[in-house]
Every structure is written in C-alpha cells, then in structure tokens.
C-alpha cells in the first residue's frame, strides 16, 4: 500500500520539525533591526499631522475658489500661524467690506469652515486673501506648512492651487 496511508512503527524513522537555533536567532535579529529603523518612524507622528494638515489645507482653498465663482460673492481665506479660515464679507459681495464676521460654512459639518492646525505644525506665507467672482485671487504666493516645508502654491490670475 503505497502513498494513501502510512502506517505508524516503532522501527521507522520519524523525522522531527521545527526550527533550528540559527534559524531562530536569525529571525530575532531581523526583527531587532527592522524595530530599530521603522520604530521612530511610528513615533514622530509630527511629519504625517504636518502632511494631512497641508492637504486639509490645499482642501479649503479650492473650495473657496470653487465657492466664490458659484456664489457670486468673494471668499476669503484667513491664514494665522496655526489655524485657516474662510469668510465671506460682511454686508454685500465687495471686497472693500469687512471680511470676519460671516463665516463660510462647511459644507458636510454643521460648523464653520475652520480648523486650527495640529500641535507642531505651523504655517507661513503670504497671509489673507480672498478670491473673486470670477475665482481669481487678490493675492497669490507660497504658503509654506512645517514641519517638512510642505508648499502651497496659489496662482496668479487663474487662482490655481498646487
């Protein structure tokens, strides 16, 4: 009877399984090595805030862009050292009103559309501005979110963000 059933003995020859000690030793320090470079990583959670808050960001400023030009009304972008927000003007759709106390609402929140900027992370460039009807920026520039020196780039004229 040969190959569906195998009989067991005493006088056969088991082989036996497993792992050897260098085998073992060998995945132990693999594992010690691949902690040692990927654990900082897990750690500084810093770079991935600054590079979620930087898209969040690109976010906001499209879409008032977007906003303006179907609204008819300007949209301003409010930009602190660690916080966005977006306002329309006060009392009518001209950029000499007062921009702050009509703010954008998000459109899937119930609030505001605003957000303040994880702990760590920064943002510098060339400050407020406000698109128009036509979506075109009263300003334009780099926005530069750190830590990693991330860059937004508003365009002049088409007020493309990249």
């Known amino acids: 009877m040969r190959g569906s059933f195998r009989f067991l003995c005493m006088a056969c020859p088991t082989r036996v399984t497993g792992f ?3 085998e ?5 320090v693999l594992l010690g090595a691949l902690s040692f470079f ?3 990583r897990f750690f500084q959670k810093s770079a991935f805030d600054s590079l979620a808050f930087e898209q969040e960001l690109k976010t906001a400023i499209r879409f008032a ?12 972008v409010a930009l602190t050292a660690n916080s966005y927000a977006l306002y329309y003007p006060d009392t009518s759709c001209n950029p ?20 303040v900027a994880p702990g760590g992370v920064t943002i ?20 530069t979110v750190d830590p990693g020196g991330r860059q937004i780039t508003v365009m002049p004229l088409t007020g493309y963000v990249r």
């Open 20 to 22: 050897t000690l260098i």
């Open 24 to 28: 073992l030793i060998m995945v132990i």
């Open 38 to 40: 990927a654990a900082p």
């Open 65 to 76: 862009q977007k906003l303006s030009i179907a609204s008819g009304c300007e949209v301003q």
């Open 96 to 115: 000499p009103d007062a921009f702050g106390a009509n703010p954008v609402q998000h459109p899937l929140q119930s609030n505001s559309y605003a957000d």
């Open 124 to 143: 510098a460039g060339f400050g407020n501005f406000y698109y128009d009807n036509l979506g075109a920026p009263s300003a334009a520039g780099t926005i």
